[in-house]
């Protein structure tokens, strides 16, 4: 099956300090990806989806100067938490979707940030 | 954008099968319906995806009526690994339309 990989697993970092995560698609080319935020007990909420090649499209709310996404390959999509505050603390999820189906999603298994 | 609804919590014993059902009154002609598992800490796991009537494979069934307006996921004898929070998603990858539920805690009891 499809696999999607983040990294890193888990980071802690000082408040004002950018955190960069990778969200790769390891055995599939995906031509779209999505970046997601679970806080504890809730479910998951979609932060922006992004199109290889193109800007990110961001939801209501989120802050597209303070979540930068890039997805510079079919393979590789980055989200950087820049300045980030303790209240950015999260598990953040991506997920992708294989350039030959539309149905199907696979999702990386998570990063854990903890802003100190 | 399809809307989904389900029950925020279900309680259920080893070997018994649960059926978790899902509202989507405002599916659209060309949604699919696609079931995830999601353990603490983890990304979801995707279990089951359907369009119409019925869906089998080897973790779980998925039934849907033919107005398509609700799913129900079955699990066939749970056992305590299948403790986890259950989302139902409604839509298109392709449409930039996936927003999860709420999503439904199971919790099997031994």
């Known amino acids: 099956g499809a696999v999607v990989s983040q990294h890193p697993s888990w980071v802690i970092c000082k408040s004002g300090t950018s955190v960069k995560i990778e969200c790769r698609s390891l055995d599939f080319q995906a031509t779209t990806m999505f970046w997601y935020r679970q806080f504890p007990k809730q479910s998951l909420m979609l932060m922006a989806t992004?199109?290889?090649?193109?800007?990110?499209?961001?939801e209501q709310g989120v802050e597209k100067d303070k979540f930068l996404i890039n997805h510079a390959s079919l393979t590789l999509s980055t989200l950087t938490v820049t300045s980030a505050h303790p209240e950015d603390s999260s598990f953040y999820i991506c997920?992708?979707?294989?350039?030959?189906?539309?149905?199907?999603?696979?999702f990386g298994p998570g990063t854990r940030l903890t802003v100190l | 954008l399809a809307k989904t609804t389900q029950p925020i919590s279900m309680d259920s014993y080893e070997g018994q099968e649960v059926n978790i059902t899902c509202s989507h009154n405002n599916i659209a002609t060309n949604d699919y319906i696609t079931w995830y598992q999601q353990f603490p800490s983890q990304g979801p796991r995707f279990i089951i995806q359907g369009y119409k009537t019925k869906v089998t494979n080897e973790v779980a069934s998925l039934f849907i009526p033919a107005d398509r307006k609700s799913s129900t996921l079955s699990l066939p004898r749970v056992s305590l690994s299948d403790t986890a929070v259950y989302y139902c998603?409604?839509?298109?990858?392709?449409?930039?339309?996936?927003?999860f539920g709420a999503g439904t805690r199971l919790t099997v009891k031994p």
């Open positions: 998603l409604v839509g298109l990858y392709n449409n930039n339309d996936m927003r």
């Open positions: 997920s992708a979707t294989p350039a030959t189906t539309y149905n199907e999603q696979f």
């Open positions: 992004s199109n290889e090649g193109s800007k990110a499209t961001y």
